[in-house]
Antibody, heavy 125, light 108 residues
Framework: QVQLEESGGGVVQPGKSLRLSCTTS????????MHWVRQAPGKGLEWVAV????????YFADSVKGRFTLSRDNFNDTLYLQMNNLRLEDTAVYYC??????????????????WGQGTLVIVSS | DIQMTQSPSSLSGSVGDRLTITCRAS??????LNWYQQKPGKAPKLLIY?????ETGVSSRFTGSGSGSGTDYTLTIDSLQPEDVATYYC????????FGPGTTVDLK
């Protein structure tokens, strides 16, 4: 069955960096776009970023553009979110999700059908 | 940016009721709309994609529709069940994806 598991969360000071990982199994990782969404404590969902199946296209929410980067290792079925210059408002549970099959460009925006259980990032001084 | 609103923000129903949640986009999103369900402490679950299509394995009690305006969409829950207690989010992907603020559904 399709499984996704986020890791790498923790407590970090403002301005510092953190890298989240999303390990996957149960599907051909390299064939799918992948998303990150986040949820601040007690708040709604916020879409963060998406990467195309081959890693060529990456799109980010305005709130993280220029600070967060995305990469993927299609040999080890793992997605990464590098978060730099973290701010207090980045405090949230971060979820990775499977996007659509072999989607590139703006097609990557489409649905996420499987999601991990999330990893908590706390930005605090 | 496309802004999404949802109404109502919360909704209560009895078991067996039909509930309707409305989502409105600030611009025509041409049915590029998903609906997700999220239970407390859990990951979001895809219910409906492309405004109308039921995700595999999701109960047929959930129906997505649109008004034809390109901006107004509806999620209907038929015969409300206790397991439907959750927060429901619409999400557009006509442009950079964005979620609505959510509608919390509980039982009377």
């Amino acid at each position: 069955q399709v499984q996704l598991e986020e890791s790498g969360g923790g407590v970090v000071q403002p301005g510092k960096s953190l890298r989240l990982s999303c390990t996957t199994s149960g599907f051909t990782f390299g064939d799918y776009a992948m998303h990150w969404v986040r949820q601040a404590p007690g708040k709604g969902l916020e879409w963060v970023a998406v990467i195309s199946y081959e890693g060529r296209n990456k799109y980010f929410a305005d709130s993280v553009k220029g600070r967060f980067t995305l990469s993927r290792d299609n040999f080890n079925d793992t997605l990464y979110l590098q978060m730099n210059n973290l701010r207090l408002e980045d405090t949230a549970v971060y979820y990775c999700g499977r996007g659509t099959h072999e989607s590139t460009g703006y097609d990557t925006y489409q649905r996420g059908d499987y999601w991990g259980q999330g990893t908590l990032v706390i930005v605090s001084s | 940016d496309i802004q999404m609103t949802q109404s109502p923000s919360s909704l209560s129903g009895s078991v067996g009721d039909r509930l309707t949640i409305t989502c409105r986009a600030s611009h025509d999103i041409s049915n590029y709309l998903n609906w997700y369900q999220q239970k407390p402490g859990k990951a979001p679950k895809l219910l409906i994609y492309d405004a109308y299509n039921l995700e595999t394995g999701v109960s047929s009690r959930f129906t997505g529709s649109g008004s034809g305006s390109g901006t107004d969409y509806t999620l209907t829950i038929d015969s409300l069940q206790p397991e439907d207690v959750a927060t429901y989010y619409c999400q557009q992907y006509e442009n950079l994806p964005s979620f609505g603020p959510g509608t919390t559904v509980d039982l009377k």
